[in-house]
Structures are given as structure tokens and as C-alpha cells.
């Protein structure tokens, strides 16, 4: 199969970042389509732990081909820190990097909006990671962004940042010079490397048409999508399957295989309903083993059962072929582990996730239990290896999402994988 997607299915933090480096070494263009500095995704290289937040993952595989699509937001001076991280690492990605032209780019005042919105009402934050991920969207549909073709004029950029500046009301909290000198920070930007912008939808058509190995690889979550996530409690942009065609501008009908990463239990960080968190000694338990911080904002990960319900609801939404179940060894040591398989709100029973995520405040997790294992399994190679009762958690939640699980994570590393 040639053309994969590749999407983490819960809150995000799924472990996408180790799944989406064990495939690269068997593709040949590795594609994000959505998101922007908001992610984090951690990789092991070299014995060291990176951070990446804009570089697709693949970049650490020697000559594939990296490319961030128009559905991207572009943090420019995250992006050339990231950059500059990778060459004191000797990873040459000249030649094999690009950036879609159409991509918006994400402006300080984006930042300044997001801790401004975030602060507008202290009881509805949503806990975003102010890194200006909403407002550059907002900016984008309100047809007012800048987007990297913009780069090449400086009379573009500045005309552009003043209008957005109007359009915010902010045109009076800035003076002349700071307009001029980011102008200037972003001409140069484009300067610098406008070797690496294309006009993708005709590079990737061609990739498709040889048949190479496509890769698209999700940054959040099913469930913080724009339209299918926990609405407001969400990101900008469309985390599922059915948003990577229109974010990179080729015909849906070519992607060949949907894979969704689930973890063996659930994490969220910022605000949102959680039904099935834990806040107890167990969520703690859970948050240690799984050392559940954010790669972005270091915040810890709020931690809670595997809940069935929404899990079956994002496979559904995503068109899952396959899943890959993360972080199954950080379930070891448990005497019991339960499985969300409904919501009982006042005695009615739910079974769908609703529209409307403000009722899942009023819900609670009908749970299964089964016993759990007490084995570190971290070592495990083979399925066959994995003590029973950690087969039979993973067959339950193969059952109850009615996807089959190919590929189950034990720890971080790439030996730390088992297929079956
Ligand atoms: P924003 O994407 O910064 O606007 O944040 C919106 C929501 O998505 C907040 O709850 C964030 O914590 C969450 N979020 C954004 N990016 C990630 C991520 O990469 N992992 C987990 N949560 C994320
Ligand atoms: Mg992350």
C-alpha cells in the first residue's frame, strides 16, 4: 500500500512520534497536514531525547522526503530553532525538506491573541498552549493571513500585517518600527529559505503517480478536532482522516490505508470533559509510569482509563483499518484494569459520543474490569511473550473498537515494538 495515514485517535499524545519513526524507514515522503507548534512530538535518536513541534518525524531517516502541507501553520522562528537543533545533530535535510506555499504563518500577534482570549473568561479557558494556533487559523478563514507566498514582497507584508493589526483593533498598541522590523524578520525569513517552498499539490501528485510511499502523519488528536473533538474544548484545525485530503490538495479516494494509534489508557492536557479521568491515586500511578507531561508546555497530563465509547467513536469517524496499541507497559502493576464500554447518566445508558461534549460532565463510565498483570512486559519482542492477562486487554479493546490491532508498543524505543 502506498499511500498510509497515520493518526493518533484520543487526546492526543499517543506515542504517534515512535509509531511514525518505526514506519518512515519503509516510506518515501513523510507529510504533516495539520497543526502547527502546538505538537510535540518526541522522538529517541542517538541516545538522546528530541522535541520536535514542526518537522515531521521522518526527518531523522536519511533521504526521505519531509514536506509540511498547506494545512500547517508556520511558526517561522520555532521552525528555524528546530532546524537549527537538527544540524548541531549532523541530520542533513537539504534537499528533501519543503513547505507548501498556501501554509499561513503564524505572527507574534497570534501569541499575544491566544493569552488574550485565553484570559477573556477564566472559567471557559480551554487550556491551549498559546502558541497562537487558534487566532493563525482564525486569521485564515477570516482570508486576512500571511502566508508563505507572501514572503517574497515587503510591501505585501507590511500592507498584510497592518490590515491584520486593523482587523484586531491593535493597530494603535504597536508603533511603525516594530511593523517594519517584523517585516523585515520575515522577509528575511523567506529569503533565506525560499528554496524550500512548492506548490505541493503538483509535487505530491506527481510522488502518488510513481507510486512512492506516502506517509501522512497527524499531530493532535481525533478528539480535539475543530469539528468532531470535544467542541470548544478543541484545536484550530481537522485532526481526522477525512481533513488530510483538503489540507494538502490531492483526491481523497487515494489514501489506502487509515492506521489510529490508541494508547492502552486515556491522557488529556488542557481543559475538557474527561469521563473516564482518574483523580486519584490510580491516575497518579498512571501518570508517573507513563511520565504524562506535556512535550510542549511541560504541564502533567491529566490520566484515566481506556474508555471504549469515544475510542469506537474516533474509528469510526477516521475510517480505521488498523490500530496500534502505545504505552501497554505502563499499565503493568496494576490489580485491576477497567475499560469504559458506556455512559450511564442518572440510570439511562449512552453509547455514542454526543455532539454536545458538555453532557459527558454528567456521565458516568459503566466500566469492565479485568485483571491486570504484574510483569514489567517493557523487554517483550513477541506476542507470544506478553503474560496472558495483557493479551487478553488487548484482545478486549480490539473487540470492543472492532479494529484489529497489528502493532503494540512496550516502551520507546524501536525494539520495543511487536507486530502480529
Ligand atoms: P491549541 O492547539 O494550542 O489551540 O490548544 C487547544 C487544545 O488542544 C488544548 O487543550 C491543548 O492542550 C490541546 N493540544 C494542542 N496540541 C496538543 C498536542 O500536541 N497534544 C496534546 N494536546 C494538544
Ligand atoms: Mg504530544
Redesign the pocket.
Known sequence: MSVTALLGCLY??EG??KIVDYLSSDMDVIVRFQGGSN????IHFNKKKFVLHLIPCGIFHPGKICVLSSGVVIDPFQLESEMEALREQSVNFEGRFFIDERAAIVLPIHKILDEKNENLNENKKIGTTKRGIGPCYADNVSRIAIRIHDLKSKDILKNKLEHIYRFHDLRDSIDFKEIDNQVLKLYDFGQKYKHYFINFPYVIQKYMNDNKKILFEG??GSLLDIYFGTYPYVTSSHTISGGIASAVGFSPKRIDQIIGIFKSYFTR?GEGPFPTELNDKIGKKIQKQGNEF???TGRPRRCGWFDAVTARYSAMINGVDTAVITLLDVLSGFDTIKICVAYDANGTIYREFPADSAVLYNYSPVYLEMPGWKEDISLCKHWHELPKNAQKYVDMIEELINIPVKIISVGPSREQTITR
Open positions: 492526543g499524545d504517534k512520534a505538537a510535540g512530538h518526541t499531530a493532535q492536557v506535556g512535550s510542549t
